[in-house]
């Protein structure tokens, strides 16, 4: 009787847990939800902070890009390394062009740049107003009549949505040149060969898809960056929170749109 009493107080606080879990996870996205929809509302309402979207530019898409390129290298260099390593067991060698420039184009260089940018930038973003918000610069913003959402988020968007496609087309470029130096320079390929194999099956669909897929990754790494630091608590303990939850949140949901756009994209 008493097994039987205990099993069932088990199950119960299980299914409580799982619940708390779920309505807390619902919380959570609806908050989020209505922070990216009214800083989208601001976006079409003046004053218009040009000075700020291009300083969230420079930021995002200058600043960001010596590690961009380097990840993006390495990348190529590795993958085709490793793509003649595994073709040449079966003598389809000449297929390491393709492999390559298909790899970074529409997965390596958005997901890549994605959690580099998310690791740079999305800390960056909620640590900056986690700051002003537990040094009351936010309250300070909206006594002198200054939406904190239209000031600092909106011009975050807008720079993230723009420049992360940029940053992915130059890491898409510097991947391929990676590959093609340890395919010509390493592996032995004729540069000629090389060249001709890199663009014989490439589409345009290849790299507008790789671009669509950095637009949304621009706007979940600033959304992420900007919600934490905008919700984050108070002291220094607070805005470590909300770094780390910031960097892991869009990690997180970069993977997860990475899978969902590309079974929207290239759905046979």
Not at 145 to 162: C, E, Q
């Amino acid at each position: 009787m008493y097994i039987k009493y205990f099993s069932s107080m088990v199950i119960i606080d299980f299914f409580a847990s799982v619940g708390r879990v779920f309505i807390s996870f619902v919380q959570s996205a609806g908050r989020v939800a209505l922070f990216f929809a009214e800083a989208l509302v601001r976006l079409f309402h003046k004053p218009f902070y040009l000075r700020q979207v291009l300083v969230q530019f420079l930021h995002i898409g200058y600043f960001s890009l010596p590690v961009v390129g380097l990840t993006a290298i390495s990348s190529g260099m590795v993958l085709a390394l490793q793509s003649y390593t595994g073709f040449s067991r079966f003598s389809a060698e000449g297929a390491v062009a393709t492999v390559v420039v298909l790899s970074m184009t529409r997965e390596l260089g958005p997901v890549l740049a994605g959690l580099m940018v998310a690791g740079r930038m999305g800390a960056s973003m909620a640590a900056e107003i986690a700051t002003m918000r537990v040094t009351e610069q936010l309250d300070a913003l909206t006594t002198l009549s200054t939406n904190p959402i239209k000031y600092l988020v909106t011009p975050r968007i807008i720079a993230g949505f723009l420049m992360l496609p940029v940053l992915v087309l130059i890491a898409d470029i510097i991947g391929v040149m990676g590959g093609y130096i340890v395919g010509i320079y390493q592996l032995g390929f004729n540069p000629s060969n090389y060249l001709q194999q890199t663009v014989k099956y490439l589409e345009m669909k290849d790299v507008m898809a790789g671009l669509i897929k950095a637009s949304a990754f621009g706007v979940i790494i600033t959304l992420m960056g900007c919600y934490h630091g905008y919700y984050s608590g108070r002291g220094a303990e607070g805005v470590g929170r909300a770094t780390t939850n910031a960097v892991v949140s869009a990690s997180v949901l970069i993977l997860f749109m990475n899978y969902a756009l590309t079974a929207l994209l290239f759905d046979k």
